[in-house]
């Protein structure tokens, strides 16, 4: 039985890596000068399956407490755009307030609907109960 020609290969692990970046076989066969055939059967017979060690999952994200910081630092802000009477800074917290408000329903629609589909993400949104939330009416 011969040897692989790609195993011998002076160039064995540049081969190695375009195989594994993907790169079609015919383009890595023409650069390094070796068959397409021995390429694809080096592939298949000589390189073991590589499993990526496992990621670090990320810790939980209160994503409900960050877009009610968010939004409280907005209302600050309006608060003393209101005081200064700057109309322009007065529509841009208000803009702001509306992406909020649409992200935060956004969010709450990928959180039902991965719940309905008990998936496991690694990343856990909590949402407050509405009891949680104070919400308070200004005079």
């Known amino acids: 039985m011969s040897k692989c020609s790609i195993c011998a290969h002076p160039q064995r692990g540049e081969i190695e890596k375009a195989i594994v970046s993907g790169v079609p076989y015919r383009h890595i066969a023409s650069q390094y000068g070796a068959g397409y055939k021995s390429i694809n059967r080096h592939a298949k017979n000589h390189m073991q399956i590589v499993i990526a060690p496992p990621m670090e999952v990320p810790a939980p994200i209160d994503a409900t407490k960050e ?14 755009a209101e005081q200064k009477e700057d109309l322009r800074l007065m529509l841009a917290c208000i803009a702001e307030a509306r992406q909020l408000l649409d992200t935060g329903s956004r969010l709450a629609v990928i959180v039902k609907k991965t719940q309905e589909e008990e998936r496991v993400t690694g990343i856990e949104i909590i949402w407050p109960s509405t009891n949680d939330i104070e919400m308070k009416e200004e005079t």
Do not use: F, H, S, T
Request: with cysteine.
């Open 67 to 80: 877009l009610i910081d968010c939004l409280g630092k907005v209302k600050q802000i309006l608060g003393e």
